[in-house]
C-alpha cells in the first residue's frame, strides 16, 4: 500500500454498491475483552436521577430512555448517591420500605415513596475495578454475574489513590443478549 502517513483518515469513493445496515444483532465472542460489553460513561452519558423524585416518576423517565437503570446524583455537588433499577421500584423493595416506616400510622402510600428511600448506595454496590475489567474477557465478566447474582455492576477507576470515578457499567442483560450464539456454540460443543 506504500507510504502512508500515520493520523490520517483515509476516505474513498466510487463504490456502486451499498446496503444497509444489516439486521444482524450485534454479537461477541466469550473470549472477547470484557470492556467490548461495558457502557462507557467516558462517551456515553450517565442516566441521572434526582434523589427527591418520586420512583413512579424516576420509573417513567427510564421507560422514556429505553433504560432499566438510572444512578441516582445530588444536583450541587455531582456526587452518585446511590443507583435504581426499573426492578427495584417494580419488586418488593417498595412495599419493604412502607413496612419499615410503618405506613399504616403515617399514611405514607406507594405514590410518596422516593428514590432515595428505596436506592442502592454506593457501599452495598458490588463493583469492578477498571484496571481489572481490562484484562478479563466477556466470559469472566458472565462467571461474575452468575458468582455475584447481581443484574448490574458499575465500573470505578481509582487514579492515583484518590477518589473513585464511576466510568462504565456491566449490565447482565446485555451481555447475555451480545453472547447468544457464543454461548449455544459453546453449549452445543460440549454436547459432542
Known sequence: MGHQKPNTLHTFSEVSNIFAPSNEPWQVELNAPATSVMTDFRVRALFKVNPEDTIDAALQKMKIAGLRIGFVVDASSEKILGMITSYDIMGEKPMRYLQSVGFADRGVTHKDI??????E?????ISVEMKNAEQVTVQGLLDAFQRTGRTHMPVLDHKDGKEHH?????????????????????AEGNKA
Request: proline share 3%; net charge positive; hydrophobic share 45%.
Open 166 to 186: 464511576l466510568c462504565g457499567l456491566f449490565s447482565s442483560a446485555k451481555v447475555l443478549r451480545l453472547t447468544e450464539f457464543a454461548r449455544r456454540k459453546a
Open 114 to 119: 422516593k428514590v432515595k428511600d428505596i436506592m
Open 121 to 125: 448506595k454506593p457501599e452495598d454496590w
